[in-house]
């Protein structure tokens, strides 16, 4: 009897791959529905879409531009243009905007293509702002070899020409989704959880992708045929199993598990050469930026950054802070030769001015000016609070009666900030940036408050490129100053830069 239960038993194992098959075949009618030829993993894929688009839109702007050059000399009514090599630098002015501003409006997502309006009336956008953009330059460089009407003809012919290539990309898309093919990605998920729900319906919403689930396994929960409009095929012990009977390309986890079941689960799918998932969901807020880096040992760490962490721009601006530092300690020196001798002789006290401020993330330093202000000045504070002409967290008068005659000159040019060159090199400060407050500012606070201490303070920021007399309220201040977080580049530095000089020459300092 024995012998007839292991032989059952032993019979069992050995038809369960077949049963599962067959329960895959019958349960779900689209196990190897439509996918793209060339299935790719879905961050590969999209990738993988935008540089095809930016290389189709360069091909576009290229053809248009000999085309348009073409028309342009064989009008009969029009004069001779100059050759064309004369003209190449204005192809490369051309091939730099278009890219980069249907990049910046989404066109390079695939997710767009999904919807002909969105999709046209972003190409129109980019196109009437990358005309624009194009003539005022070509007015400004005064570039009057360059004929207007073969400008205005190349904006027609790549106007027509773009159209026509988006309905083409739309239509390849839509005919690779709407074929068969059995190269597609086959997803195996593993947990019934509503982490899997979502990673189906973003599967749904994305085709494109090239991945399709084509079933769920369930951890504890009830062996129900259907889930998400797909087959349960079994519990995690089944796992094996489904991979030897089926066609799988990667295995999604979708639910907490003991570690053990995940090292087991990643041995797996390594011996069969299958690809293993892990589902993370992270909750994130606006504007913050996804990143996954290995720490090693098999350690993985997901962030969400709402900060400025790219390597590379970040160590240029290092560099420019430390060049700058550099130059503005020389002038620093060469200006303290001439401002502390007026400083002593119109107050008494020392010419430089120490402050504790709060840095990033609520570091200490001390920051140092050239005193503007009666020796007193801090002691008279507290009997001017009510004259405070700011709104908020940050205190300062119209007319400070603690200001002396030569720190009015001072700030009007801001060279009461010269000193700060000194805590630029020190890495205290850098070049642009929000400007640092005072910790009984920070003390009142609210938690939203201290994102504007979340990067390095700065010489100059938003407030200080605007005059800081503009603007009077400190949720506005606080507003300026996240939005230059959030959309922060080196040429946005540059912007800010170039803002304060301006801001300068009008004496627009308090």
């Not at 090199?425 to 201290?450: F, I, T």
Request: aromatic share 8%; charged share 20%.
């Amino acid at each position: 009897m024995a012998a007839t239960r292991t032989a059952r038993s032993r019979s069992a194992r050995e038809q369960r791959p077949q049963r599962l098959l067959r329960a895959v075949e019958a349960g779900s009618a689209r196990a190897a529905a439509a996918v793209p030829k060339f299935g790719v993993g879905p961050k590969r894929q999209e990738l993988l879409f935008a540089q095809s688009v930016l290389l189709a839109d360069l091909g576009v702007l290229v053809a248009s531009f000999f085309l348009a050059y073409v028309l342009r000399t064989q009008a009969w009514w029009s004069s001779e243009l100059l050759p064309l090599r004369e003209f190449v630098w204005v192809l490369g002015l051309i091939i730099v905007l278009w890219p980069m501003l249907a990049r910046s409006v989404g066109l390079t997502d695939s997710h767009t293509y999904l919807w002909p309006r969105r999709m046209f009336l972003l190409t129109a956008r980019v196109h009437v702002i990358g005309g624009l953009a194009l003539l005022s330059t070509l007015y400004m460089l005064r570039a009057v070899e360059v004929s207007r009407l073969f400008m205005q003809t190349f904006l027609v012919v790549s106007g027509v020409a773009f159209v026509g290539e988006r309905a083409l990309i739309r239509r390849l898309m839509v005919r690779s989704t709407a074929g068969r093919s059995p190269y597609g990605r086959r997803t195996l998920v593993v947990g019934t959880t509503a982490a899997a729900a979502q990673f189906q319906r973003l599967l749904i919403m994305r085709p494109h992708w090239g991945s399709e689930i084509a079933g769920f396994l369930t951890i504890d929960g009830p062996l129900d045929q259907i889930f998400c409009d797909k087959p349960i095929l079994g519990r995690l012990r089944d796992l094996e199993a489904l991979l030897d009977a089926m066609i799988v390309d990667d295995v999604v986890l979708a639910a907490p598990l003991e570690e053990a079941e995940v090292n087991q689960m990643v041995q797996t799918c390594a011996d069969r050469g299958l690809t293993f998932h892990t589902l993370v969901h992270v909750p994130a807020p606006p504007q913050a930026r996804p990143y996954a880096e290995s720490l090693g040992n098999g350690m993985y760490l997901m962030s969400l950054e709402r900060t400025p962490q790219s390597v590379v721009p970040l160590l240029v601006k290092r560099v420019v802070d430390v060049i700058g530092g550099l130059i503005g300690v020389l002038l620093f020196g060469v200006a303290y030769l001439i401002v502390a001798p007026l400083i002593k002789l119109t107050s008494p006290g020392t010419a430089l001015f120490k402050h504790t401020r709060v840095g990033q993330n609520g570091r200490l330093f001390v920051l140092y000016k050239f005193r503007t202000m009666r020796a007193d000045a801090e002691a008279q504070k507290a009997a001017l609070a009510a004259a405070n002409t700011m709104r908020g967290h940050v205190f300062k008068l119209r007319q400070d009666p603690r200001i002396t005659g030569v720190g009015r000159v001072l700030r009007r040019f801001y060279l009461d900030e010269l000193p700060q060159f000194w805590n630029v090199l020190k890495g205290d400060m850098s070049l642009v940036g929000p400007r640092p407050p005072l910790p009984e500012e920070v003390a009142a606070y609210a938690p939203y408050h201290r994102r504007r201490l979340s990067v390095r303070p700065g010489i100059t920021g938003p407030w200080q490129a605007r005059g800081n007399g503009v603007v009077a309220d400190f949720e506005d201040i606080v507003r300026m100053e996240c939005d230059y977080i959030d959309q922060w580049s080196l040429w946005l530095d540059v912007v800010m830069m170039l803002r304060t000089f301006s801001t300068v020459a009008r004496m627009a300092g308090q």
